[in-house]
């Protein structure tokens, strides 16, 4: 199991630009969570994506969307980027239905993809 | 709202020394509580959670809801250690809420 792998690790945008970052969840897990960790500051929740629908939002802004597929599988998307969207992006997995059936959802983060708004 | 907080921004502990890094929380419910890892160059990983109640690593975590701590404890410090440590509180099914991490420096 590779675990939660993202891609790609590292990406240089200008401002305006829009970028995709993609998340492939670990093996059987069913929900994907996007935090932005600016340099030296802890993450910070975006939102949260379970059967393909956005289940929980943070407090950013429309600029920031995101999408998952039937496998799974998410991308976040951010339009219109700003100097300040410069951070390493997390993605973390977990199995809702675990917690749902009295499991326990503990979210597994993936490496990161580092963002750089020039 | 919730919110985590993580009084010292830098700890520096010698080697075979007891560490204890503090966790503070505030939220009017019963939170589920975790510490997450960040050594050097690697991700993020879960170190503990509290309702797990179990030693990784040869750290610990009591949950004190009386005075809403979770304080993460190790009775002798390995250089290993050294690394940023971030407590996390998820209410109920909800986002997990970090505090701003402590970074660790196990001195030799």
């Known amino acids: 199991d590779a675990g939660v792998t993202q891609s790609p690790t590292h990406l240089i945008k200008t401002r305006g630009q829009q970028v995709t970052l993609r998340c492939s969840p670990k093996?059987?897990?069913?929900?994907v969570s996007w935090y932005q960790q600016a340099l030296g500051q802890e993450p910070q929740f975006i939102f949260q994506?379970?059967?393909?629908?956005?289940?929980q939002r943070g407090n950013f802004p429309d600029r920031f969307s995101g999408h998952q597929f039937p496998n799974y599988s998410s991308e976040l998307n951010v339009n219109a980027l700003l100097l300040g969207d410069s951070a390493l992006y997390l993605c973390?997995?977990?199995?809702?239905?675990?917690?749902?059936?009295?499991?326990?959802?503990?979210?597994?983060f993936g490496p990161g993809t580092r963002l750089l708004v020039l | 709202a919730q919110r985590v907080t993580q009084p010292e921004k830098l700890l520096s502990v010698f080697k075979g020394a007891p560490v204890e890094l503090k966790c503070n929380y505030s939220?009017?419910?019963?939170?589920?509580l975790f510490w997450y890892v960040q050594y050097s160059r690697q991700r993020l990983q879960l170190l503990l959670r509290?309702?797990s109640r179990e030693s990784i690593k040869g750290f610990t975590a009591d949950l004190n809801k009386g005075e809403t701590s979770f304080h993460l404890k190790k009775p002798f410090a390995q250089e290993e250690d050294s690394a940023m440590y971030y407590c996390?509180?998820?209410?109920?099914?909800?986002?997990?809420?970090f505090g701003t991490g402590t970074r660790l420096t196990i001195i030799p």
């Open positions: 973390a997995s977990s199995l809702v239905a675990g917690a749902l059936a009295g499991g326990q959802e503990t979210q597994y």
């Open positions: 994506y379970y059967e393909e629908e956005e289940r």
């Open positions: 509290h309702i």
């Open positions: 996390a509180l998820r209410p109920g099914n909800e986002k997990l809420t």
């Open positions: 939220y009017s419910g019963s939170p589920e």
């Open positions: 093996s059987g897990h069913d929900t």
